[in-house]
């Protein structure tokens, strides 16, 4: 039979593929994605910003009236710069310490009160000042230091747990006094932080003035805790490979400034116009950091990296045995408990296997405390992380359990052992060298599924990885040495598992005379 | 020793036992013959209670039980006293030879670890095994293996062995070994119950031959009475 070929005239073959390659030529040039220069900006009529809403007020939030709509000062910056540059704005949502990386491909402009700081001089393109800002330290009305000067000294409880949003000046600010009795928690939200704060898992915590101005009344059982100090200013990041993008905001910004709008647009805000106009006309210019090499970069983080290794491996160590345990005790439950017992099981197991680990993470963190339970933080992720496992685990024993031939079992009974023995002596231990492979796997998988605990403000080494990566903005490097720690870690479990494995299925097979 | 009256049992809608009596005196040795499905080893698998039954009841050595569920406690009493040896063996395989043979002493009955290894190597020489103590049973022939778990069920010193078809699973050599084994005991006085197909077997060392058909027994008797009868046909 011949080959079944596409037999169209050559002319309308050659007309189809000319079409072709213009539309992708259109696609391509016609139609730039997100950070693109300042002509495909205006040709797409479009100025991308990203931006965190969860960050919160008054940058970027939802409105409490109208939860579809986004408000803010920045949404009204983006606005008035779009303006200035004949487009619309576009908002682009992301984490707030990664904005930066939308720069690539999604976002033109990350707008979201990003500190000028010499490393982002270095890696981005800093505009000038848009806001200058201070920090200030928030407390409990009835606890809690003072003032800032207060956490040079521990406090009643030993030292100070400060929450601070992950990332921001204030974290830097508190990482680089080691005179401080103070251990800073990271967090990707304001309100989170704050939420936490009133509930007592934190003594205080530091952010930029205008945030702790804008919760206040949110929050009446919280107070400033002395006068605002530090502070810096916010700029908006521009990739380094668009120079005239940069040039243009930062004209429009100066436009903005000179005529006025800027200055209404903050009182409109109650962000004390005046006051900032006095700053942002005199801000002193921040140089950029110098490049870092290899060697130095390396001896700089892994230090930190190696610590951060040895909480993911703490998380890990201490939570699986506890799912192992917790497994088996609920696979057993399943198999040979009390009839009223398995569908309470069966439906421990459905509700943790079907919920995000995250979510249980964030209730056994932010819920619990609510109702007067508070765990910390590290108690909370090992907690979580053995509950999710257990479940899991339980099935991998079930299944296990099962592959146990009921001979056994009644060869053991035969005996006249109790049911509880006969589990106990002969049908768990086979069940455990069955489940090896299995489970080893799932402890491999629990140690990389340690990197969720950062959002319960745990720092392991996926966190300390990427606040690495951003504050020195060497991400490719980084994850070189991140991905073989991780190895070092789960590359000698599996063989010891292997080890463990052939040591077992030796003895059984040992003449042994 | 044992006294079974009227035993009916079901499985699956079937009825496996259909009024089933029978007495079995203190030291002697009864084998049940018969034609598979005939409810051989289901009557044996009543006598300590690895299976329930619908109708009548089983006194063994001391114990009673009647139709429908029987209570832990009654059951792990009885199973102290009722040794059992199955077709496949069922040894624990993630233990040594040893270890299979002290587990339930030790666990069971709470002796202490060097107790039960002196009586276990006894009863391991007693089979012909002392010196492989310390392998693990899959390294054992079948006929080797089935000692062992003779071995285990004697070292709970059970005052009746129960036997499943003890050699069904093992070509003539090693059945001769094991029914060596089985003939020692009987000289020695242990209450035995062994469900077999082998007649020569019965010959040699039944004092009671019972033959059931259909969940009936068909013929009681001595060998002699039942076995010639039954290989007439």
């Known amino acids: ?55 919160g007020g008054p940058h970027v939030f939802l409105d409490p009236s109208d939860p579809t709509k986004l408000v803010g000062f920045e949404v009204e ?64 009305r009835d606890a809690g230091p003072e003032s800032v000067e207060a956490l040079a000294a521990a406090g009643p409880g030993g030292r100070w747990r400060v929450g601070v949003l992950t990332g921001s000046a204030a974290e830097n600010f508190l990482r680089e006094r080691p005179g401080f009795e103070v251990d800073p928690i990271g967090y990707d939200g304001t309100v989170d932080c704050l939420e936490q704060l009133k509930g007592g898992v934190l003594d205080a915590a530091v952010m930029d003035d205008c945030i702790a101005q804008f919760n206040d009344d949110r929050f009446p059982g919280l107070r400033g805790a002395g006068r605002p100090f530090a502070g810096g200013t916010y700029t908006i990041l521009t990739a380094r490979e668009t120079p005239r993008l940069s040039e243009a905001i930062d004209a429009a910004l100066g436009r903005m400034i000179a005529d006025g709008r800027l200055k209404t647009l903050y009182d409109r805000w109650d962000l004390s116009g005046r006051q900032q106009m006095f700053f942002l006309r005199h801000a002193a210019e921040i140089p950029a950091a110098a490049p870092q090499g290899l060697v130095e970069l390396v001896s700089g983080t892994l230090p930190l990296l190696l610590s951060s290794a040895a909480m993911t491996i703490l998380l890990a160590c201490a939570s699986f045995p506890l799912a192992i345990l917790a497994g088996l005790a609920v696979a057993i439950g399943r198999l040979h408990g009390p009839l009223w017992l398995r569908p309470v099981l069966a439906g421990y197991v459905e509700i943790l296997r079907g919920t995000p680990l995250l979510l249980q993470l964030y209730a056994l963190f932010f819920l619990l405390p609510k109702v007067g339970l508070a765990m910390p933080a590290l108690g909370a992720a090992i907690v979580g992380l053995a509950l999710n496992y257990s479940a899991y685990e339980s099935e991998i024993y079930r299944a296990g359990l099962k592959a146990v031939p009921w001979a056994q079992f009644e060869a053991a009974l035969a005996l006249g052992m109790t049911k509880w023995q006969s589990l106990r002596h002969v049908v768990v231990p086979q069940a455990v060298r069955i489940v090896m492979p299995p489970v080893t796997s799932d402890f491999i998988a629990l140690f990389k599924d340690t990197s969720v605990c950062s959002a319960i403000t745990v720092v392991e080494l996926t966190k300390r990885y990427s606040v690495l990566a951003l504050s020195t903005g060497r991400i490719a490097e980084l994850a070189v040495i991140t991905a073989v720690l991780y190895m070092a870690m789960s590359w000698p479990l599996s063989l010891l598992s292997r080890w463990f494995e052939q040591r077992l299925e030796n003895r059984d097979k040992r003449p042994g005379c | 020793m044992i006294d079974i009256d009227c035993l009916v049992a079901f499985r699956s809608g079937n009825r496996i036992l259909d009024g089933v009596s029978l007495t079995v005196a203190e030291g002697t040795v009864t084998t049940l013959v018969g034609p598979s499905g005939g409810g051989k080893s289901t009557l044996l698998r009543c006598l300590n209670g690895l299976e329930t039954f619908t109708a009548g009841s089983v006194t063994i050595v001391g114990h009673r039980f009647t139709a429908g569920p029987h209570s832990p406690r009654d059951l792990e009493r009885v199973r102290r006293d009722v040794g059992m040896v199955f077709q496949q063996f069922n040894l624990f395989p993630h233990l040594s030879v040893i270890d299979n043979v002290t587990v339930a002493p030790r666990v069971v009955l709470g002796k202490p670890a060097v107790d039960a290894r002196r009586k276990g190597l006894e009863l391991l020489e007693r089979v012909g095994l002392g010196r492989f103590a310390a392998a693990r049973p899959a390294t054992l022939s079948g006929g080797q293996q089935q000692r062992v778990a003779i071995a285990r069920a004697l070292a709970m010193e059970p005052r009746v062995m129960l036997f499943d078809e003890p050699t069904s699973a093992l070509d003539p050599a090693m059945s001769a070994e094991v029914l060596d084994v089985v003939g020692e005991l009987a000289r020695g ?16 060392a039944a004092t009671q031959v019972v033959e059931l058909i259909a969940g009936q027994v068909c013929r009681v008797g001595t060998a002699a009475e039942v076995l010639d009868e039954s290989d007439k046909k």
């Open chain 1, 1 to 55: 039979m011949k080959p079944w070929r596409w037999s169209a005239p050559r002319g309308a073959r050659g007309l189809a593929s000319r079409a072709l390659v213009a539309a992708v030529a259109w696609l391509v040039i016609a139609l730039p994605g997100p950070g693109a220069e300042l002509e495909a900006v205006i040709k797409r009529g479009e100025l991308v910003w990203a931006a965190d809403q969860e960050g």
């Open chain 2, 189 to 204: 006085g242990q209450t035995m119950v062994i469900v077999t197909h082998d007649h020569g077997f019965a010959r040699r």
């Open chain 1, 77 to 140: 910056l983006a606005a008035l710069l779009a303006e200035e540059l004949g487009v619309r704005a576009r908002f682009q949502q992301g984490q707030w310490d990664r904005l930066p990386l939308l720069l690539d491909r999604s976002a033109d402009c990350v707008i979201n009160g990003i500190e000028t700081t010499p490393e982002r001089q270095r890696d981005w393109h800093c505009s000038r000042p848009y806001y200058a800002y201070s920090l200030q330290l928030v407390a409990r």
